[in-house]
């Protein structure tokens, strides 16, 4: 088995590697460091290899110092779980909030602090990349002003449409000659309850249209178109 290495030693592997670290919470050892359950129990961090698999590049882990415990506790570092190292994926700055102790400052208790999650570290902000200087470029020559256009003609007006002349009125005479010529062989007094006429009015406008030839009349008393 190859030797495992201790959170402090560099380089850390290259980035993205998959490297084995001596377990921080055990020393190494693979046993638990306060024997519980028991003496002979496993560590219950790296679970009795002595060593853990990190993600290179790591730092150590700020919060604990590197001891995978909280400060004076049994308990493991909620920020590295008791690994003693945290990975970082690129070039780093010291933590703004916590000024690189990874504990959230203000807070009764140890806890990892917020920003950098207890690494004491945070990304490096990249700096824009500087824009190309716009190239120089010569004025555009003086456009003279064109001459002003002539004013356009005043719009024709439109002719004002003429109302429509309403057709002349159909006297009945009219109406009954056109209904017997649609429908021959009607009776007077078809005639007379269709347009709403007299008997005397009937007769007198059937035996106008009769003279004018409008209609005629056969033996059997009906009218037919002339």
Known sequence: MANHRDWFEAPSGEPGEMVEVKCAYCYGTGKDPFGVPGPESNCSVCGGKGYNRVVAPYVRCAACGGTGKVRGRRLTCSACKGRGVMTVRGPTVTCPRCQGTGRQPGTEYDLACT????RGVVDRPRQPAPRPAAPTTRPAPAVPPSPPLPPSPPPAA???PRPATPPP???VADQIATHITNFPGVRPMDVQVFFGLSSSETEQTLQDLVQMHRIRQ???GLYYSA
């Open 158 to 160: 439109r002719p004002v």
């Open 169 to 171: 009125p159909v006297s």
């Open 115 to 118: 920003l950098c999650g207890g």
């Open 218 to 220: 056969k033996e059997d």
